[in-house]
């Protein structure tokens, strides 16, 4: 839930920030961008945390190979990507590579939840709640992109 609050309370308050004069963001698209940047920052620091790390490395599905590296990739791929949104020129390349990168992640929270892992000690968010907050990750990103 922590990527979801990071993504709609982050873009309230950009929102809110652009509204009463700040130029950058007075627009939905750039608020958005900046609420996703957070969104990655919140969920790409983790792969490096060890406490984490751990679960992230177990929820890659075992038929797939070297996850210990796949985790260090998505991690810096969703920092470069989160620095890449906060950059007009180079955003909507950025948000379309996170989406993209979103739906390649996904079979991972898949097979934890069906394996019914848990992430820092809870359980990872039931296959339905995930898979509609997945399609509302990858809207927002593409809707970055435009």
Not at 29 to 58: C, E, I, K, N, Y
Not at 129 to 145: E, M, N, P, S
Request: proline residues 10%; aromatic residues 8%; positive net charge.
């Amino acid at each position: 839930m922590v990527p979801f609050i990071a993504l709609t309370g982050g873009f309230i308050v950009l929102r809110l920030i652009g509204l009463v004069g700040v130029d950058a963001l007075d627009a939905w698209q750039p608020a958005l961008r900046g609420a996703l940047a957070l969104m990655f920052v919140f969920t790409g620091v983790p792969h490096f945390l060890s406490s984490w790390r751990r679960d992230f490395v177990a929820m890659i599905p075992p038929a797939i190979p070297h996850p210990a590296l796949l985790v260090t990739l998505t991690g810096v791929l969703e920092l470069a990507g989160a620095a890449g949104l906060l950059f007009p020129p180079t955003a909507p390349y950025a948000a379309i590579g996170l989406a993209v990168l979103m739906l390649a992640m996904f079979p991972a929270n898949v097979s934890a939840a069906r394996r019914g892992l848990t992430l820092a000690g809870k359980p990872v968010t039931p296959l339905p709640t995930r898979t509609v907050l997945q399609v509302l990750f990858i809207a927002a990103a593409v809707a970055a992109a435009a």
